[in-house]
């Protein structure tokens, strides 16, 4: 083999290795963005599909449990409006802050001009509150913080 092929060889193999780092580095997953579908943002949770009366009667207890009495039609109108995770917070948060759930909802939904809606940790840290709910819904322990569980007991020491 000559010098020459080797050489057109070797432009050959680095323009492939190019090309192909190029395709996989913009390549993307398919969007459902021009489908009509809002684009996620990186501070916000996905979309959740309208939640079915289970979904809010258990997150009604699970709030009742924290000593937040809500009404579950009110919670049914807000999960609508803003998916479960949502209405969970606005009680939540409103019960936390002394505000009500509307006003803490016009912060959400905004006035109607560009950029006057936050999303949710912008406003958790607004108002300087927890922004998750998972001890609310029984998904997280404040943190690794100690905390009883659901029957009131102590949760075990782990060894780590």
Not at 93 to 109: H, Q
Request: no cysteine; proline share 4%; charged share 20%.
């Amino acid at each position: 083999m000559s010098r020459q092929n080797r050489i057109a060889l070797l432009i050959a193999a680095v323009l492939v290795v190019a090309v192909s780092g190029t395709v996989l580095a913009t390549r993307q997953a398919p969007s459902l963005e021009g489908a009509g579908a809002p684009a996620a943002s990186a501070e916000d949770e996905p979309e959740e599909g309208p939640p079915d009366a289970s979904d809010v009667a258990h997150a009604a207890d699970r709030l009742s449990a924290h000593g937040l009495s809500v009404d579950e039609t009110q919670l049914a109108d807000l999960a609508g409006r803003y998916g479960l995770g949502g209405a969970v917070r606005l009680v939540a948060w409103a019960d936390e802050t002394g505000m009500t759930v509307d006003e803490i909802a016009a912060m959400r939904d905004g006035d109607g001009t560009d950029g006057s809606a936050m999303g949710w940790g912008q406003i958790a840290h607004e108002l300087g509150v927890h922004p998750g709910i998972g001890s609310i819904m029984g998904n997280g322990g404040g943190n690794g913080q100690g905390h009883k569980d659901d029957e009131g007991d102590e949760p075990e020491a782990s060894g780590d």
